[in-house]
């Protein structure tokens, strides 16, 4: 089975920043675009960034102009650059296979805590 491997996640004052990474199997990152989720206590699981396996990118307009994916094909890792954070962003963050459907089953996350 197949696991994605989440760390980075803390907790963090308004305003500050955090990198997440992300790392997958090789047999599998190379030729695959990659995203990263949030889920926010009580709400569903949203996707916020995604990343094309030739480096295209997409956001949420949440996220929009604060975060930044990039990806290392070199070590199958996926990042999540987190800048100006508020306390809105709090929640568990996961990575997953896909530009805009999740593919593999969950990991199991970082937490992300963002206070004001």
């Known amino acids: 089975q197949v696991q994605l491997v989440e760390s980075g996640g803390g907790l963090v004052q308004a305003g500050g920043s955090l990198r997440l990474s992300c790392a997958a199997p090789?047999?599998?990152?190379?030729?695959?675009?990659m995203a990263w989720y949030r889920q926010a206590p009580g709400k569903q699981r949203e996707l916020i960034a995604a990343?094309?396996?030739?480096?295209?990118?997409n956001y949420a307009d949440s996220v929009k102009g604060r975060f930044t994916i990039s990806r290392d094909n070199a070590k199958n890792t996926v990042y999540l650059q987190m800048n100006s954070l508020k306390p809105e962003d709090t929640a568990v963050y996961y990575c997953n296979v896909g530009f805009t459907i999740a593919t593999l089953n969950w990991g199991q996350g970082t937490p992300v805590t963002v206070s004001s």
């Open positions: 990343i094309t396996s030739g480096g295209g990118t």
């Open positions: 090789g047999s599998i990152f190379s030729r695959n675009a």
